[in-house]
Each structure stands twice: as C-alpha cells, then as structure tokens.
Nanobody
Framework: QVQLVESGGGLVQAGGSLRLSCAAS????????MGWFRQAPGKEREFVAA????????AYADSVKGRFTISRDNAKMTVFLQMNSLKPEDTAVYYC????????????????WGQGTQVTASS
C-alpha cells in the first residue's frame, strides 16, 4: 500500500504560481511512477503530468506544457507540481496518484490516490 497526501493548493490570481506537494508513505516510493491529475466541476478527471521512478522521464498534458513542472525527491518521498502562469481554466481539484510502471497516463491505470487539493485561479 502507498498512502498519498497532497498539499499546497489555494486561491491565486490568474498569472500567479502555486507549488503542489504530494507526500507518500508505505511501500517503496522510489519504485513508483507518480502522476498528477485534475478534475473540474462537471468534468471528467484528466491527466496533468507524470514522472517515472528516477525522474528521468516526464510527460505533460498539452494544456500545461511549458507552464507546469513535475519533479520528485525520492529521499523525502515527495512529488511536486510547480504551476506557473496559472489560468482560470486550471481551476480544479488536483490529485496525486501512483502506479508501478511508466507508460500510461490514463487515470484508470493508477492504483493509489490522494484525497485531492483545490486550486483556484481567479480572473
């Protein structure tokens, strides 16, 4: 089992920045691919970013490419999402998730999930 707890969400003006953190506990964190997903009201959960176990591979949704950066610190068992140039359309609940293997950005393929943290970018 892997337990995930997100933090760092909040209210920010459009154009601002936030840094989300996801602290993991339980099984060996360093072996897992970590992902960030988001869900806005009335919409399906969507992929945002993912990083493989070593940090050597990353992937981003087109909508956040160039603005968001995913990173991880295996010693601290934490994954981060740096969000810059936030837009109102980035407003959503952001979830951290984990799966054993790299290669899928489908939420159905992720085994473990955090409880989510709200991000609101106001215009």
């Amino acid at each position: 089992q892997v337990q995930l707890v997100e933090s760092g969400g909040g209210l920010v003006q459009a154009g601002g920045s936030l840094r989300l953190s996801c602290a993991a506990s339980g099984r060996t964190f360093s072996g897992y691919t970590m992902g960030w997903f988001r869900q806005a009201p009335g919409k399906e959960r969507e992929f945002v970013a993912a990083i493989n176990w070593s940090g050597g591979k990353t992937a981003y949704a087109d909508s956040v490419k160039g603005r968001f950066t995913i990173s991880r610190d295996n010693a601290k068992m934490t994954v981060f999402l740096q969000m810059n140039s936030l837009k109102p359309e980035d407003t959503a609940v952001y979830y951290c998730a984990a799966r054993l293997y790299w290669g899928s950005f489908d939420s159905k393929d992720y085994e473990y999930w955090g409880q989510g943290t709200q991000v609101t970018a106001s215009s």
